[in-house]
């Protein structure tokens, strides 16, 4: 017999029920037989077995004996590839089904072929996720879990091939790593958790960073750590980084540091941690990350690092391959052809989202294409920096479609694609009579985005409208002289020139946000009989367009609300801070809206973009305005604008109400100085 039929009382059988990972991989495949076989059969097994004898690495062998399906592999991980590609292949559950919401279609019965399944061909050896900012998933739960929802995230990466995780930041990180090792993942680090230990300020709070001052007890913490996964799958990261992802020497004023001392610093922390590692787990694989402050080190000569040591080096933060940004300093120092010195492995660490509080993405897409990220990503393997890739995934859902074809690239057969073969492909998840329009939407949308710079990856994300108008509202407010955290974008001259230069970059990108955000809106209402697909639409592109259509129209009001304060005309910068609030919100009533009952308020702790918080300084810049522009009842602009003549005239009370609410003042004056007030 070469094919084995799968019934809905199929049951799958652990071979080795103290393996973790065989427990969950059990536990996948049964309830996805359960969600999509309907037909009742014969007794049968699909037994899920570790055997050395098998194919090498995490490959699987499935076999067919009679009434019972083997899926063998060497490795936990394998079994579990194999138990994915039968739901995948032959119960036909999406790999994105989770995120995408992708229900499968129901089936009498599953058949499966002696030698139908293999693990693909991977060119990429260590391929996962860095799931960082991770701060809408931290606060967000599914079936009243949030141990589900990351259950789902690693189920997710193993369906699109991963075998390793970062999963989470700090606490969570520390957290999740042992649920994301009983899934089969390899786990790795945080570049600024070395080893994966614990801050040394959160385990000595009251004592100084100081690794000059304290190194016996920064050892005590690296090797707690070490014994800690000592007997899992690690990737284990060496280095070397201050108190909250920054230079050590900012918390450190025992000496001077010289670019010498930092490096001899540096140097030897890290030769000291791999030593440690190694003499606990000698086979243990070890990366360090070309990042920050150590890009410039190595270029230096001034990095030592031992010789079988995997180089971890990163794009700037929006997919390009060069140094990021630091502050107002952009050197774009190439990395694809730094020079290789010590022969040594290297992979990368590839942002899909980001957060730096400038322009980066964090609540919507990479303002650059997939294509982009393609043509990046194929040349990264040209100059064999590609055994290790881990994306910044950022909090998952919002970025799906730039994981997908990341995760397609790892394979050996993987080529360079187009905007148009991607979107051809991505539009499947839609009904088939909507596929022209949404894909033309896709391609339309990546044109959208502000380009803040000359080179081509410099185009603007979601925090560039929200950190911007949170800076001018402080900025105004204090009365500075200059947009100072705006060097970066508009260096060395007076505020008013500033905020015109932003004004001008944002004004050929306004119509084509509005148009963008009226064309998904029409499509969203048109496909409303198809509930299932409109509301993936609606969670994976119109929020996105909503938050850089309303987001724009925010930022160029409150551009106009500080332009008219600096010229004295305090009421119409009221008027145009209330615009911009209402714009703001327009978003949190868009995130209301939402469709989809799972996935409502999945963005609510959008603490990096921060919609509500820059509403709220909205709303203080109005009652600012106000303080400076009516009088101290707070009644004056009402008297002169509101009421007829003769009343504001010879009335004979100071007022006869309570001051009106500024949103209901704005509202009103706009209604009746709308001659005069263009927004």
Same mark, same amino acid.
């Given at each position: ?7 809905? *009382? ?13 427990? *969950? ?99 990429? &050896? ?48 520390? $957290? ?17 958790? =070395? ?111 031992? $010789? ?36 040594? =492995? ?14 980066? *993405?964090?609540?919507? &897409? ?48 993987? $080529? ?91 004004? =050929? ?171």
């Amino acid at each position: 017999m070469t094919t084995f039929t799968i019934f809905k *009382n199929t049951k799958v059988v652990n071979q080795h029920p103290d393996n973790l990972v065989l427990i *969950n991989a059990m536990k996948l495949l049964q309830r996805d037989i359960t969600k999509v076989i309907t037909e009742t059969g014969p007794a049968r097994e699909i037994r899920l077995i570790i055997d050395n004898n098998s194919l090498s690495g995490d490959s699987f062998d499935i076999k067919v004996l009679s009434n019972i399906l083997e899926i063998r592999s060497q490795t936990p991980l394998g079994v579990m590839y194999g138990v994915l590609s039968i739901s995948r292949e032959v119960l036909g559950i999406d790999d994105l089904w989770y995120f995408l919401d992708v229900a499968p279609k129901q089936k009498t019965v599953g058949k499966v072929s002696q030698n139908q399944l293999h693990l693909p061909d991977y060119h990429v &050896k260590y391929r996962g996720w860095f799931v960082n900012d991770e701060v809408m998933i931290s606060n967000w739960r599914d079936r009243d879990s949030n141990r589900y929802v990351w259950e789902r995230i690693y189920e997710t990466l193993l369906r699109l091939g991963g075998n390793v995780i970062i999963a989470g930041t700090d606490k969570n990180s520390n $957290k999740n790593r042992k649920s994301a090792s009983e899934f089969g993942l390899i786990t790795a680090h945080h570049h600024a958790e =070395p080893l994966g230990a614990k801050m040394f300020a959160r385990v000595y709070p009251d004592l100084e960073a100081s690794y000059v001052k304290y190194p016996e007890l920064f050892k005590e913490i690296w090797q707690a750590s070490i014994e800690e996964q000592k007997n899992s799958q690690v990737i284990w990261s060496l280095g070397f980084r201050g108190q909250g992802d920054r230079p050590f020497w900012v918390d450190d004023d025992s000496r001077e540091w010289t670019e010498e001392a930092k490096a001899d610093v540096i140097n030897s922390v890290i030769q000291l941690q791999y030593n440690m590692v190694k003499e606990v787990v000698p086979e243990a694989v070890c990366a360090i990350n070309i990042y920050g402050e150590l890009t410039q080190m190595f270029h230096q000569n001034l990095l030592k690092l031992p $010789k079988d040591v995997l180089e971890i080096w990163a794009d700037n933060g929006y997919g390009k391959m060069v140094s990021r940004r630091q502050e107002g300093q952009d050197l774009r120092t190439p990395v694809l052809s730094a020079e290789n010195t010590l022969g040594n =492995p290297r992979g990368i660490y590839y942002h899909v989202a980001f957060h730096d509080l400038q322009a980066s *993405n964090f609540l919507a &897409k990479l303002p650059n294409s997939p294509a982009f990220v393609s043509h990046e990503l194929e040349a990264v393997r040209k100059v064999d920096m590609d055994t290790f890739v881990i994306t910044n995934t950022g909090n998952v859902k919002p970025h799906i479609l730039f994981l997908k074809e990341v995760a397609l690239s790892w394979l050996t057969s993987y $080529k360079e694609r187009t905007n148009e073969e991607i979107f051809e492909d991505y539009v499947k998840y839609y009904p088939e009579e909507y596929h022209t329009e949404i894909k033309n939407l896709y391609l339309s949308f990546f044109d959208c985005f502000i380009q803040y710079g000359k080179y081509e990856d410099q185009k603007a994300g979601d925090e560039f409208y929200t950190y911007t108008i949170r800076k001018i509202i402080q900025s105004l407010i204090k009365r500075d002289s200059s947009l100072e955290a705006m060097n970066w974008l508009v260096e060395g001259s007076e505020i008013s020139n500033q905020l015109l230069e932003i004004k001008e970059t944002i004004q =050929p990108k306004l119509k084509s946000w509005k148009q963008q955000y009226e064309f998904v809106r029409n499509l969203y209402q048109k496909m409303d009989s198809h509930n299932q697909a409109a509301s993936r639409l609606y969670n994976d592109l119109l929020l996105d367009i909503a938050v850089h259509h309303y987001g724009i129209q925010a930022l160029k009001s409150t551009i106009l609300a500080a332009e008219d304060v600096l010229n004295g005309q305090i009421l119409h910068g009221f008027l145009q801070a209330f615009e911009a609030k209402e714009a703001i919100n327009h978003i949190l009533e868009v995130r209301q809206q939402n469709p989809s009952k799972k996935w409502h308020d999945f963005y609510d702790n959008d603490v990096f973009t921060n919609v509500s918080l820059t509403k709220r300084m909205l709303a203080s810049l109005m009652q600012y305005l106000r303080f400076l522009g009516d009088n101290h009842e707070q009644y004056q602009w009402e008297r002169e604008f509101l009421m007829e003549k003769g009343d504001s005239v010879v009335m004979l009370l100071s007022n006869t109400h309570n001051a009106l609410p500024d949103d209901y003042l704005a509202e009103k004056l706009l209604y009746l100085l709308d001659d005069d007030f263009v927004v």
